[in-house]
């Protein structure tokens, strides 16, 4: 079976920047890419545009279906006519990560070598900032000849984006939605990801990091990061709803394997994280999962500031919304908490709520109402204040 | 919007920077934004409230006035509200420390424990007062700091505050606000409504 990925053939709407960008690590990346989607109209104005960042796992196809999987947007529930962020009345723009493996520059693009041939950057992309992504989109929203973003939105990993945002073009965001996030990478949260890359390296498939060579992919490794970051997007209370102790019975067969046998039975939920890791490996890149994750644990608000995580907000005109779940454990209300707190101490203005879900961090992305509402109304409360419609 | 709320509206100047701590159902804030141009944020405790009000495009916060107060810089507003709450805070000495760090101004308005019906309650029955303002029996009350008309004056004085304006009033707005004698205000009203501000303040 050829392992290589099929999404190195798929071609994604992307703008070029031939002068790149200067990264945090002070390396210049020339040229870069930057693949996105766009969904409603921008205004003749310019001013209606809202920027909506993805997790780490995620992509530009937020709201239309995914070139690989077939699969509905990501969060194709919240944006689109009449939705909470509405395209009827709002340009939403999302845009592919850099170190990403949708048409962004990421490790899989071709880079040239010194003797002019071209092969994948693998591992050795540079290493990348949150603050290094948001510099891409920024690229591609002032290509786009719009000035100020009405409001930049995200949840997990995107909320450290619109948090950089804020930090980095504080003039140019009107409005915030930072949700289900932190100001900082937590220990907790930096040893899952690395228990996540373990697995990958682990993976004899690997090679190094340069497993196109011999045209293969560590699937076992990345499957395996993929089960175990799952559990941390759920909640105990969402896994016993959802599957319990149920034991999966094939049809026909009754309990799977021979009876008494060790693994001759396999738990519902088993399953299902199986099903997460083998679809996941035919959409990720492992390289790129590497550079995204350490972009993730190196993210931390106050780091040039003696962990003051107020300074970077300091006379911040921005309006932010933050949201948390109640039952995210993997960034949990205590960290929003904390956000909120740095920003008051800079007397920006901020709302904070916490939605009551038992869905564990992936709530951002499943039915809630009272999200839904909030997020609708917050974006509306910004654009009557912002002077649209 | 309540009678104590239209009051309080009325004490703001327009276009000015406003906290509302306990902002409820947001209905103070939306008007200080519509009718006065103000940049009103509120710091709600019940977070089914929080989520109407953020759901309306207002900007609160959950938190608390014993808590979220300190993390705000000094001056950082003109009006600091705090609406039929101080005698339910754990630190109500505290809290308005706190609103006039931050804050140029305080509005405090607060349930009046020496209003005739208590006293006349406690002494005739020798039981804790029950009435519509103080409707929770004393096992299940919120309200852990309850206080006269005169013990505020006299924590105002203690502490340093300029009284700018103050009003008794009653439960359901019938009546018109009272402004003269503060000792029959202590008898017979069931609200007071506080304009302070910091004796070292420009005013």
């Given amino acids: 079976m050829d392992q290589t990925s099929p999404a190195t053939a798929l071609s994604h709407q992307h703008v070029t920047f031939p002068d790149g960008l200067q990264l945090d690590c002070g390396f210049h990346l020339a040229p870069v890419d930057v693949a996105y989607r766009t969904y409603g109209a921008l205004s003749p104005a310019r001013d209606n545009a809202i920027l909506v ?17 077939g699969k509905p947007g990501w969060w194709g529930r919240m944006v689109g006519p009449g939705l909470p962020i509405d395209t009827d009345r709002f340009f939403v723009i999302c845009v592919n990560v850099l170190g990403g493996c949708m048409g962004t520059t990421g490790p899989r693009s071709l880079r040239v070598c010194d003797d002019g041939t071209e092969e994948p950057w693998g591992t050795d992309f540079p290493a990348i900032t949150i603050r290094d992504m948001v510099r891409a989109q920024h690229l591609l929203v002032e290509h786009m000849g719009i000035e100020r973003l009405l409001a930049v939105v995200g949840g997990s990993m995107g909320g450290m984006q619109v948090l950089e945002w804020c930090a980095t073009y504080p003039d140019q965001v009107f409005a915030a939605m930072p949700i289900a996030t932190s100001p900082f990478h937590s220990a907790q949260n930096i040893a899952f990801n690395e228990v996540s890359r373990q697995a990958i390296f682990a993976d004899p498939q690997w090679h190094g990091g340069r497993y196109w060579e011999c045209n293969e992919i560590p699937a076992r490794g990345l499957a395996v990061a993929r089960m175990m970051a799952h559990i941390t997007y759920l ?28 693994f001759g039975e396999m738990f519902e939920v088993e399953s299902y994280l199986r099903h997460q890791g083998s679809t996941f490996v035919r959409r990720f890149d492992a390289n790129s999962y590497l550079t995204i994750t350490r972009a993730m644990d190196y993210f931390d608000l106050g780091a040039e500031h003696d962990g003051d995580m107020s300074r970077p907000f300091r006379g911040t005109p921005t309006r932010f919304c933050i949201i948390s779940f109640s039952s995210d454990w993997l960034f949990p209300t205590s960290q929003a908490r904390l956000l909120a707190r740095a920003l008051n101490q800079v007397a920006a203005n901020v709302s904070f709520v916490e939605i009551d879900s038992d869905k564990g961090h992936d709530a951002f992305l499943l039915d809630e109402p009272d999200f839904d509402r909030t997020i609708r109304g917050f974006l509306c409360g910004a654009a009557e204040h912002a002077g649209i419609d | 919007m309540r009678l104590d709320q239209r009051l309080i509206a009325g ?68 009006y600091v509200v705090l609406q039929r709450t101080l005698q339910a ?75 700018q304006q103050w009003m008794a009033v009653d439960e359901d707005g019938e009546r018109a606000p009272w402004r003269r004698s503060i000792r029959l205000a202590n008898l017979f009203g069931e609200q007071a409504l506080f304009l302070l501000r910091r004796k070292d303040a420009p005013r």
């Fill in chain 1, 53 to 69: 960042c993805h997790a780490l796992t995620g992509d530009q196809y937020v709201a239309d279906p995914h070139p690989l999987t």
């Fill in chain 1, 235 to 262: 909640s105990e209370a969402a896994l016993t709803r959802k599957f319990g102790r149920r034991v999966r019975t094939t049809p026909g067969r009754g309990a799977v394997g021979a009876p008494g046998a060790l």
């Fill in chain 2, 11 to 78: 004490m703001i100047r327009p276009r000015t920077r406003v906290l509302d701590v306990g902002s409820g159902d947001g209905a103070l804030l939306d008007y200080l934004f519509r009718n006065s141009g103000c940049d009103a944020r509120g710091i709600e405790i019940d977070m089914r409230e929080v989520t109407r009000s953020v759901a309306h495009g207002l900007p609160v916060m959950h938190g608390d006035a014993d808590h979220d107060l300190v993390h705000y810089p000094d001056n950082a507003f003109d």
């Fill in chain 2, 89 to 163: 805070v754990e630190r109500p000495r505290e809290v308005l420390r706190q609103m006039l760090r931050i804050g140029r101004y305080a509005i405090v308005s607060f349930p009046n424990f020496g209003h005739w019906r208590l006293r006349m309650q406690l002494l005739l029955r020798g039981r804790m007062p029950m009435t519509s303002v103080w409707s929770t029996p004393w096992y299940d009350t919120p309200n852990i700091h309850p206080c006269t008309i005169l013990d505020f004056l006299t924590l105002c004085r203690d502490e340093g505050y300029v009284v």
